[in-house]
């Protein structure tokens, strides 16, 4: 901070008295060098995180399947695995082992399990009978059999993204010397460079969203801005079937009319919360850019801290009037929801959805007054003096019908008392509408960015995984953990460096101003139910 003021201070002009001063013999008196600020410590946890912490690893543990390692898509009603809670199971585990919820022993046997079962899956081009093809996997599997659950489900690029994570996870996780963690290294091995992303590239070079037997590739690619970025980064990284470099600059490039200023914040803009989240699970975007991101100033995370205080703000201006929304109810994302329908609501006709994404910004729009906790809670190392209070807020005031077994029920909705058939959840007398199930791809995120948050667990194991570094870096990723600490600080020839210094101050102004009208205007009602 010191040479951003230093750089400011340096553009100003001189006055006469200071010019008539430095003509005369007389030395003037230095002036004490300006101090950076001190940072702003990340506030506590209560303990209410601790049991939100272990009641969600509880439901990966509890809830896959012991015999192959397959995880439900949601629980109770379980009607299929998902590959997607397949890759945070795996990444839950570990978590649990530096926690002492589960031995490191009862972890590998769990994870060898499921990767060995994922292995030998039948792959091929057919219908029927295979769990996927070309490395990639369908989006929902059978519980038991592991193959592909019905004829709707599609070979998934994104979601055989998540899973991979998971893999590499356990990859870097499991490091000792010893026969079955070195055969988790093989198999993640294995398992990641089998994937040829190059099949998915019907326009290159864009990756397709998935592929179906009976029609072929799906006619939308990744692009805009969203959760595909561990997608890219995942694909350019592969030894094997990578795409090309310039997949990444193209994909920036559909950023498109995402960038702007929303509800007071400017950033890369997104609707429903989870795509400024997924790729945060496993990847330190903190102080790596790349180019688009250089030019703006600021990094991934810095630009998830943004959507996380839009957010916020969408919910205390309410604009739509649900119930409850405020300064500590909110978080909209993909979520259950109560059912798909038309419904009269302060004199206006209402949709409502079942599952659905949910989110604000300048596309990607929808809200029935659905909020999931997840959207929330797993923000919470993006702006923790947000987030704790809004997670003891929704714990104290609908805990009772919210809060269970594995920690917080999907979603709920205290807008909707409609008397009509539900898709799923049940009305609460005087409540609303509350979900029945937990859903692994929203509980995955609460307990991986509680563990970030406490100390970077997910991020640090992540780091030594040489298949992201080169994924970031031929993404043209720079700085932070990614530069050596020996290598000087490259600024781009055509860089101002008093428009760099300029942002770096107002970046630190902004955050500095948030923290303190945080401490000024308290959140209310933060005592755990």
Known sequence: MTAVICVLAACQPQDDAAKRSAATPAVAPKPPEAKPPEPVKPPPLP??????????????????????????????SRPFASIASVGFALTAYPIGVENG????????DRTLVTLRFLKDLPQGPQAEGKAGYKGFYYHFLDMQSGQRYASWVELSSVDT??????????????DRDEPREKEIRELADTLYKRVDWSFMQKNKPLVAMGWFPESGTIPHDWKGYNEAMMLYILALGSPTH????????????????????????????????????YSHVWIDFRGIQDAYMRER???YFENSRRATYAQRQYAMENPMKWRDYGENVWGLTASDGPQQTLQEYRGEQRQFRHYSARGVGFRENFDDGTIAPTAAIASLPFAP?????????????????????????????????????LKSGRIVPGEGWVASDYIGIDQGPILTMIANYRNGFVWEVMKKNPYIREGLLKAGFEGGYLTPKEAPIQIPANADPEAAAARALGTAESRAAQAGEQQDNPPRNQVPK
């Open 242 to 277: 990578p795409v090309k470099p310039e997949a990444w600059e193209v994909w920036t490039r559909t950023y498109g009319e995402s960038w702007g200023v929303y509800q007071g914040q400017e950033y890369l803009t997104f609707g429903p919360h989870f795509g400024h989240q």
């Open 297 to 299: 100033g600021i990094d």
């Open 101 to 108: 919820w589960a031995s490191r022993t009862q972890a590998v």
């Open 47 to 76: 303990p209410l995180f601790r049991d939100i912490e272990r009641r969600t690893f509880q439901f990966f543990w509890d809830t896959s399947n012991e015999l192959n390692g397959m995880t439900p898509d949601r629980y109770p």
């Open 161 to 174: 993204t998540l899973l991979m994570m998971g893999v590499l996870f356990a990859q870097s996780y499991y």
């Open 385 to 421: 003096e947000l987030v704790i209070p809004a997670t003891e807020e929704m714990h104290k005031r609908y805990g009772e019908y919210l809060y269970s077994s594995y920690g917080f029920l999907d979603a709920f909705n205290r807008s909707f008392d409609y008397e009509i058939p």
